[in-house]
């Protein structure tokens, strides 16, 4: 079985798709659209993906180094709509271990469940309605292909 580090032999290719992102041992579409939170998981799932699941400051930092770029908001897969309050990553149900909170959020205004940021929050996370529309970020293990 292959896992990441068969990225450093010289007779394994790790590439992304086109339109896809590498950083690290993953690639990631940043949308150009905006859905609703939903809407965006099931666009990510369509394309063997899930709504990206950010993990370390290192990797918040890489998306917001896109998400700069673009302009606007995003999407993440992180939620509390089973239980107020206690966020997971929606794709795994594990806690988040790593946050990056914008100062006073999570606030839960009006009823907000799931996981945005980049806009005017820039590289800090806020919780919004789900049913808005943000633009959203899909992630994906890398593909390993051997070649020779
Ligand atoms: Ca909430
Ligand atoms: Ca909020």
Same mark, same amino acid.
């Given at each position: 079985m292959l896992t990441t580090d068969a990225c450093a032999f010289q007779n394994v290719v790790c590439q992304c798709k086109n339109g896809w992102i590498h950083h690290s041992t993953s690639c990631y579409y940043f949308s150009d659209n905006t859905k609703s939170w939903d809407t965006s998981s099931a666009s990510c799932q369509a394309h063997h993906a899930e709504l990206a699941v950010i993990e370390t400051m290192e990797e918040n930092t890489f998306i917001w180094s896109e998400m700069s770029k673009l302009g606007g908001s995003f999407w993440l897969d992180? &939620?509390? $709509?089973? #239980? $107020?309050?206690? *966020?997971? *990553?929606? #794709? &795994?149900?594990d806690a988040l271990d790593y946050s990056n909170w914008y100062p006073g959020e999570p606030n839960n205004d009006g009823g907000e469940d799931c996981l945005m940021t980049g806009g005017g929050y820039k590289t800090l996370w806020n919780d919004g309605h789900c049913e808005s529309h943000n633009k959203f970020i899909c992630e994906k293990k890398l593909e390993n292909t051997i070649v020779g």
């Amino acid at each position: 079985m292959l896992t990441t580090d068969a990225c450093a032999f010289q007779n394994v290719v790790c590439q992304c798709k086109n339109g896809w992102i590498h950083h690290s041992t993953s690639c990631y579409y940043f949308s150009d659209n905006t859905k609703s939170w939903d809407t965006s998981s099931a666009s990510c799932q369509a394309h063997h993906a899930e709504l990206a699941v950010i993990e370390t400051m290192e990797e918040n930092t890489f998306i917001w180094s896109e998400m700069s770029k673009l302009g606007g908001s995003f999407w993440l897969d992180g &939620t509390d $709509e089973y #239980s $107020e309050g206690q *966020w997971e *990553w929606a #794709s &795994t149900g594990d806690a988040l271990d790593y946050s990056n909170w914008y100062p006073g959020e999570p606030n839960n205004d009006g009823g907000e469940d799931c996981l945005m940021t980049g806009g005017g929050y820039k590289t800090l996370w806020n919780d919004g309605h789900c049913e808005s529309h943000n633009k959203f970020i899909c992630e994906k293990k890398l593909e390993n292909t051997i070649v020779g």
